[in-house]
């Protein structure tokens, strides 16, 4: 067992009492579990609506150790500070503001947590406003080695804006690492595709967080064409199946 396992090991029961108080009052339901893999490499990726709250359902329902890329202002202290605060203005405007101060010493002990941790258990910095091939070659170097990785879609957040609020347009990252093991390495990786809803709602509110996973995709099944052709269409297709996901979640 590697470093980052043992670490984890030390302290993965203290992870998961505060990844319940996370989406405390909230409950989980969680239906296709039997989807997940168990062993070897795997990326899982859904989207991404509920920040940290995101974090802990994948923590609450893995079925092995994982590993996440995660924003890299998450690493420092400063950084996790401006992220809480930018959260809490996002959803209830110059309240939230007010809330932080009222609730200081807890968001205070949960940035210390999160960002002296979160380094300790493999987690991988992601620059989420510019370039990400460093994450990239990090995350094939963990799949080569036979682990598990989360590379969620989106910044989060709900976007009102959007045709579809809840799910961004996936990025091509997970296709290009499944492209570049394939084609190097022979190593065709499972790609498993999950949708969340519930943890855009703010802590301490209660809810339902809903989560639906898939069976497995594999980046050879769309090996037709060049490079690019391949990884768009694969991209297309990791997207198409988690909006399906997510509306089928919808209806429980």
């Not at 670490?7 to 009492?17: A, D, P, T």
């Not at 579990?33 to 991404?48: A, Y």
């Not at 924003?71 to 500070?81: D, L, Q, T, V």
Request: proline share 5%; charged share 25%; glycine share 10%.
């Amino acid at each position: 067992m590697e470093a980052y396992e043992e670490e984890y090991k030390r302290i993965e029961k203290f992870i998961l009492r505060i990844s319940r108080l996370m989406i405390f009052p909230k409950k989980i339901e969680l239906h296709g579990s039997g989807n997940f893999v168990r062993q070897g490499p795997n990326i899982i990726t859904g989207n991404h609506i509920g920040s940290y709250k995101d974090v802990a359902i994948l923590l609450l329902t893995k079925p092995r150790m994982i590993y996440f890329t995660a924003n890299k202002m998450i690493f420092s202290r400063e950084g996790a500070s401006e992220l809480v605060l930018r959260h809490l203005h996002r959803h209830m405007g110059r309240i939230g503001g007010f809330l932080h101060i009222l609730l200081g010493p807890f968001y205070s002990f949960m940035v210390r947590f999160v960002s002296s941790h979160i380094a300790k258990v493999g987690s991988i910095p992601a620059d989420m406003y510019g370039r990400r091939s460093d994450a990239i070659i990090k995350c094939q170097e963990y799949l080569r080695k036979g682990r598990a990785i989360i590379a969620l879609q989106g910044r989060g957040r709900v976007h009102p804006k959007d045709s579809n609020p809840y799910i961004k347009n996936f990025r091509r990252g997970v296709s290009i690492m499944a492209y570049n093991l394939f084609k190097d390495y022979g190593l065709s990786v499972p790609v498993t595709p999950l949708s969340i809803f519930g943890t855009h709602i703010m802590w301490g509110v209660p809810g339902r967080i809903r989560v639906n996973v898939g069976p497995p995709m594999y980046i050879k099944d769309y090996w037709d064409g060049n490079e690019s052709e391949v990884v768009e269409k694969f991209r297309a297709a990791l997207e198409k199946t988690v909006r399906g996901l997510f509306l089928e979640s919808l209806n429980w």
